[in-house]
């Protein structure tokens, strides 16, 4: 194994680097940095990060040297750099809280014993939530802001006012790991650890509208849509789709209008009818929609299908599948691991697929039922109606038994999602409901 030296004394960076498994010794750089702009922030970020490499390596007779700047841009060619006093770091708060930022962060790999030097850099736009005066005293006492671009931290107290975050989540940290996973790799260093491939993947932080959470993803929004794309086309050659022009117009009109006032638009929805009797639907990370011929044969009227629709449109918004997907990652990690030359999305569309048609967790079902039934009274749908069709596929179902595709398997908890969707509308469990939730304690 070569020796690793981090051209760094930063504590993010140690940090992130630590958590790769892989051993190290830091050597900070003392070599002056070019704190302006000639040209370009990426351009500025790779030569600093340069000259502090060159300025560690010269100092050793072997080993993979890492050298990292990082930089918050403003536009303009204005940068935040690390403050130099409190009053500098509040200024720097301020202005950064006022509009959407650009980390920026270089990085140079050398290896001393082949002579080779890489650089590249990353960048990750940041979206910050407003802090009062005293707020941001009170962040300052926790959280010293000297040490940091943009006085800052988002893996700490920070990450409470970061409302958004697009792109490399370690980026913003200071180190972005995905990019350095590869140049380490030319140089014959690999980064193996279950620990560091959930870092290496590029993860995201967002404030899900939908949920009202902060939530981390490995996928970028991007990524998703890619990833989406992807199963939806193995998807449409697996199975027949129905050509109805009367039907699909039917669909696509109601998922406009659900669309229109749902909490996720950054993406475009589409949908599809499989060819198949079978009573079901699904979504897709990234907007794909699917629905079984059987939901439009058994729908008594538009808000009945306005109700699986928006019910499919609420695990979209709020990123059930996607997460549902990460929790399966482990397994996916390890074949990454093993056949690293595969792309991740690529390596995630088989993993999809096969979970595809399994079931969601009961607090997804519920909160895509909650968020359904804002969608549909938004939309000027009536929500009882989808009381009415759940109690529908509850009949359907208990006649035949259990079938691979059947509403039950992949939409479990039937019972308990009536009584919840009449709850959400009339403020009140019936008697009825209650009757359901004994039985099904019992069954």
Same mark, same amino acid.
């Not at 100092?59 to 930089?71: L, N, P």
């Not at 972005?176 to 790799?185: N, T």
């Given at each position: 194994m070569k020796k690793i030296i981090l051209a760094s004394g930063s504590a993010q960076r140690k940090n992130l680097l630590k958590m790769t498994g892989v051993p190290f010794t830091v050597c900070k750089s003392g070599c002056p940095e070019i704190e302006a702009i000639q040209t370009s922030?990426?351009?500025?970020?790779?030569?600093?990060? &340069?000259?502090? !490499?060159?300025?560690? !390596?010269?100092?050793?007779?072997?080993?993979?040297?890492?050298?990292?700047?990082?930089?918050?841009?403003?536009?303009?060619?204005?940068?935040? &750099?690390?403050?130099?006093?409190?009053?500098?770091?509040?200024?720097?708060?301020?202005?950064?809280?006022?509009?959407p930022q650009w980390v920026y962060t270089g990085v140079a790999v050398i290896d001393i014993d082949q002579k080779r030097e890489m650089v590249d850099y990353e960048k990750t736009k940041v979206f910050m939530s407003p802090l009062s005066d005293p707020e941001i005293d009170r962040y300052h006492q926790k959280v010293p802001p000297f040490d940091k671009a943009g006085g800052f931290d988002i893996e700490g107290v920070g990450s409470l006012f970061i409302h958004r975050i697009e792109g490399c989540y370690t980026n913003v940290i200071g180190l972005?790991?995905?990019? &350095?996973?590869?140049?380490?790799?030319k140089a014959g260093v690999s980064l193996i650890s279950l620990m560091c491939l959930f870092l290496i993947t590029g993860c995201t932080t967002e404030y899900n509208v939908a949920t009202n959470q902060q939530e981390y993803f490995i996928h970028s929004t991007e990524k998703e849509v890619k990833l989406g794309a992807s199963v939806a086309n193995s998807i449409n050659k697996k199975y027949d789709m129905y050509g109805g022009v009367e039907e699909n117009r039917r669909i696509e009109e109601i998922l406009d209008r659900i669309v229109a006032v749902c909490d996720r638009k950054d993406i475009v929805y589409f949908i599809k009818i499989i060819d198949r009797d079978?009573?079901?639907?699904?979504? &897709?990370?990234?907007?794909?929609?699917?629905?079984?011929?059987?939901?439009?044969?058994?729908?008594?009227?538009?808000?009945?299908?306005?109700?699986?629709?928006?019910?499919?449109?609420?695990h979209i918004t709020a990123k059930h599948g996607l997460k549902r997907l990460q929790a399966s990652y482990g397994a996916l990690l390890l074949q990454i691991a093993a056949a690293e030359t595969r792309s991740n999305v690529g390596a995630g569309v088989d993993l999809a697929l096969a979970s595809l048609f399994t079931e969601y967790s009961q607090q997804d079902e519920l909160e895509a039922d909650k968020l359904g039934v804002k969608y549909m009274e938004l939309a000027g749908y009536d929500p009882n109606e989808m009381i009415k069709f759940l109690e529908i596929i509850k009949k359907e179902n208990d006649k035949k038994p259990l079938r691979q595709f059947s509403y039950w398997r992949t939409h479990p908890h039937l019972p308990e999602r009536i009584a919840n969707v009449n709850q959400l509308i009339r403020g009140e469990m019936t008697y009825r409901d209650y009757i359901r939730l004994i039985d099904r304690v019992h069954e």
């Open positions: 922030c990426a351009k500025l970020v790779k030569d600093n990060a &340069l000259l502090k !490499a060159r300025d560690v !390596a010269s100092r050793h007779k072997s080993g993979v040297v890492i050298g990292a700047d990082t930089v918050v841009y403003t536009g303009q060619k204005n940068l935040v &750099l690390k403050p130099r006093d409190l009053k500098e770091a509040k200024k720097s708060l301020k202005l950064l809280m006022s509009r972005p790991m995905a990019k &350095l996973r590869e140049m380490l790799k079978d009573i079901n639907a699904s979504a &897709l990370p990234g907007g794909y929609i699917y629905l079984f011929k059987g939901i439009l044969e058994h729908a008594e009227n538009d808000d009945q299908i306005a109700g699986v629709i928006a019910h499919e449109v609420a």
